[in-house]
């Protein structure tokens, strides 16, 4: 082809609308990296302890949303209790937008079978349920029966999607995709949860009137019923016109702890103090004082003290004085104080014991032994080994968690 034709062949490829190549363009940044609430419009909140801006746990960046709500808590005199943030966002009639954000319900969150709302875009006026929300949880009335750890996307009154149970103690990403408007054939809603796609593009309406201009509100907004106190975080909120732009990436802080990120070769550092500097994979420190320093894979150190310092698989130590030191796998030291650690050649391993528990008996059976160490202090009184069969299950609920954490991270 000669070269003078070259401009025209240009310029008819540049004419296709080719999908995902327009421009990435970020709307608005919601993630709190501003150290305060200032990106958003208003707050509905009671107190601003209810709603701060914190340095710990983070998905990315610096700073993260922590959301508080009090059985109570009504600052707008309306129905439920609630603290909000509030974003007017340009939801109008044929906007098309991307919103990518995550959210931590924290290992001790109170899941009742009750209605909390985590996001939602609300219509002008005071009342009604919004055309868009994102719930955790379900009333026996509403669902048939008491759902406590099942979250749901509403739109239009319709539940588009449905995922439990909830995993508690990590971050979930969220990206929706939503065109807003009134008429049913040309709005629509597009989700992905934890990086996949769970609501391929349905056709829904996603405002209640062509005229109104909707606006955001983050935080938690729940049944007056509900009587815990809950605490929840989000964080990384993006409102673009592509995916690229909105996309969640990394673990982030594990749990609610606080949060410096991993300097290792690992993953997942949510302590204060030094980061994971170990070469193994799949490596955490939760704690505040010295990291996971060992060779080992899926090392978890969730103390204030000595680290893990062993070789072997699948440790855990999440007190605060001795670490395990054995070469076995599966060892834990849940002890919070001067208690001995593991040091037996097999697993499972376990020292559940608190500041009290004595300099022994350690585990130092043979191999293929499961003897605990179950001396436990509470009030005034001592539990011995009557109790080992229930420190034995505790242990094990803990090395499943740990495990499901290695998975996460």
């Given at each position: 082809?000669?070269?003078?034709?070259?401009?025209?062949?240009?310029?008819?490829?540049?004419?296709?609308?080719?999908?995902h190549?327009?421009?990435?363009?970020?709307?608005?940044?919601?993630?709190?990296?501003?150290?305060?609430?200032?990106?958003?419009?208003?707050?509905?909140?009671?107190?601003?302890?209810r709603?701060?801006?914190?340095?710990?746990?983070?998905?990315?960046?610096?700073?993260?949303?922590?959301?508080?709500?009090?059985?109570?808590?009504?600052?707008?005199?309306?129905?439920?209790?609630?603290?909000?943030?509030?974003?007017?966002?340009?939801?109008?009639?044929?906007?098309?937008?991307?919103?990518?954000?995550?959210?931590?319900?924290?290992?001790?969150?109170?899941?009742?079978?009750?209605?909390?709302?985590?996001?939602?875009?609300?219509?002008?006026?005071?009342?009604?349920?919004?055309?868009?929300?994102?719930?955790?949880?379900?009333?026996?009335?509403?669902?048939?029966?008491?759902?406590?750890?099942?979250?749901?996307?509403?739109?239009?009154?319709?539940?588009?999607?449905?995922?439990?149970?909830?995993?508690?103690?990590?971050?979930?990403?969220?990206?929706?995709?939503?065109?807003?408007?009134?008429?049913?054939?040309?709005?629509?809603?597009?989700?992905?949860?934890?990086?996949?796609l769970?609501?391929?593009?349905?056709f829904?309406?996603?405002?209640?009137?062509?005229?109104?201009?909707?606006?955001?509100?983050?935080?938690?907004?729940?049944?007056?019923?509900?009587?815990p106190?809950?605490?929840?975080?989000?964080?990384?909120?993006?409102?673009?016109?592509?995916?690229?732009?909105v996309?969640?990436?990394?673990?982030?802080?594990?749990?609610?702890g606080?949060?410096?990120?991993?300097?290792?070769?690992?993953?997942?550092?949510?302590?204060?103090?030094?980061?994971?500097?170990?070469?193994?994979?799949?490596w955490?420190?939760?704690?505040?004082?010295?990291?996971?320093?060992?060779?080992?894979?899926?090392?978890?150190?969730?103390?204030?003290?000595?680290?893990?310092?062993?070789?072997?698989?699948?440790?855990?130590?999440?007190?605060?004085?001795?670490?395990?030191?054995?070469?076995?796998?599966?060892?834990?030291?849940?002890?919070?104080?001067?208690?001995?650690?593991?040091?037996?050649p097999?697993?499972?391993?376990?020292?559940?014991?608190?500041?009290?528990?004595?300099?022994?008996?350690?585990?130092?059976?043979?191999?293929?032994?499961?003897?605990?160490?179950?001396?436990?202090?509470?009030?005034?009184?001592?539990?011995?080994?009557?109790?080992?069969?229930?420190?034995?299950?505790?242990?094990?609920?803990?090395?499943?968690?740990?495990?499901?954490?290695?998975?996460a991270?």
């Amino acid at each position: 082809m000669s070269h003078r034709y070259w401009p025209f062949v240009v310029a008819a490829i540049s004419s296709i609308g080719f999908p995902h190549t327009a421009a990435a363009t970020v709307i608005w940044r919601g993630d709190w990296e501003t150290g305060d609430r200032s990106q958003w419009s208003q707050t509905e909140m009671v107190s601003p302890d209810r709603l701060q801006v914190v340095p710990s746990p983070v998905r990315q960046g610096q700073y993260s949303l922590r959301a508080e709500v009090i059985q109570g808590d009504n600052p707008i005199n309306a129905s439920g209790n609630r603290n909000e943030l509030v974003k007017y966002d340009g939801s109008v009639e044929g906007a098309e937008y991307y919103y990518g954000w995550s959210v931590l319900w924290p290992s001790d969150y109170p899941l009742t079978p009750t209605w909390q709302v985590f996001t939602q875009w609300h219509h002008p006026g005071c009342c009604g349920a919004p055309p868009v929300r994102f719930v955790l949880g379900c009333s026996a009335a509403d669902c048939g029966q008491p759902l406590t750890d099942q979250l749901f996307l509403i739109v239009d009154n319709q539940q588009v999607w449905t995922y439990g149970p909830l995993t508690l103690g990590v971050w979930h990403s969220f990206i929706l995709h939503v065109k807003w408007s009134a008429t049913p054939t040309t709005g629509f809603v597009e989700l992905w949860y934890d990086g996949q796609l769970v609501v391929p593009k349905r056709f829904i309406r996603t405002m209640f009137n062509a005229t109104d201009t909707d606006y955001m509100k983050m935080g938690l907004y729940r049944d007056a019923a509900t009587q815990p106190t809950a605490v929840l975080f989000h964080d990384g909120l993006v409102q673009a016109t592509t995916f690229a732009e909105v996309e969640q990436t990394g673990q982030g802080t594990v749990d609610a702890g606080i949060s410096v990120p991993g300097a290792g070769t690992g993953s997942g550092d949510s302590g204060v103090g030094v980061p994971d500097a170990g070469g193994g994979s799949g490596w955490h420190d939760a704690g505040s004082g010295v990291p996971d320093a060992g060779g080992g894979s899926g090392w978890h150190d969730a103390g204030s003290s000595v680290p893990d310092g062993g070789t072997g698989s699948g440790w855990h130590d999440a007190g605060s004085g001795a670490a395990d030191s054995g070469t076995g796998v599966g060892y834990l030291d849940a002890g919070s104080g001067g208690g001995q650690p593991d040091y037996g050649p097999d697993g499972p391993r376990v020292d559940l014991g608190n500041v009290a528990d004595p300099p022994g008996p350690v585990d130092t059976q043979p191999a293929g032994d499961a003897t605990v160490d179950g001396m436990v202090t509470g009030g005034c009184s001592a539990m011995p080994s009557a109790v080992a069969p229930w420190t034995l299950l505790l242990a094990m609920a803990a090395s499943r968690r740990l495990r499901a954490r290695r998975r996460a991270d």
